[in-house]
């Protein structure tokens, strides 16, 4: 089993900044990826960006290209979405999520979920 922890979520204006935190525990070394999701209120959960924990390759959504950057502290079991100039359309519970594969931009490639952390961006 992997236990997955998100924070750093919260309210911010258009145009700030956010650093979202995945704490990782339990057997991590079964996972080889942790990737962050999103899902919007009426809307359907969406990939967001993905790390490989070793050599840290990465991959972002087109929609996250440019403003949102994904590392990991493998020390810290750790995986950080900063999140840059960010957009009312952005406002999401955002999840973390860990799995076997690659970098899957699917939500089925991933088998732990943590519980999510909302993220507000106000106009």
């Known amino acids: 089993q992997v236990q997955l922890v998100e924070s750093g979520g919260g309210l911010v204006q258009a145009g700030g900044s956010l650093r979202l935190s995945c704490a990782a525990s339990g057997r991590t070394f079964s996972s080889n990826a942790v990737g962050w999701f999103r899902q919007a209120p009426g809307k359907e959960r969406e990939f967001v960006a993905a790390i490989i924990w070793s050599g840290g390759s990465t991959r972002y959504a087109d929609s996250a290209k440019g403003r949102f950057t994904i590392s990991r502290d493998n020390a810290k079991n750790t995986v950080y979405l900063q999140m840059n100039s960010l957009k009312p359309e952005d406002t999401a519970v955002y999840y973390c999520?860990?799995?076997?594969?690659?970098?899957?931009?699917?939500?089925?490639?991933?088998?732990?979920w943590g519980q999510g952390t909302q993220v507000t961006v106000s106009s």
């Open positions: 999520a860990a799995g076997p594969q690659g970098t899957a931009s699917y939500s089925w490639g991933y088998n732990y």
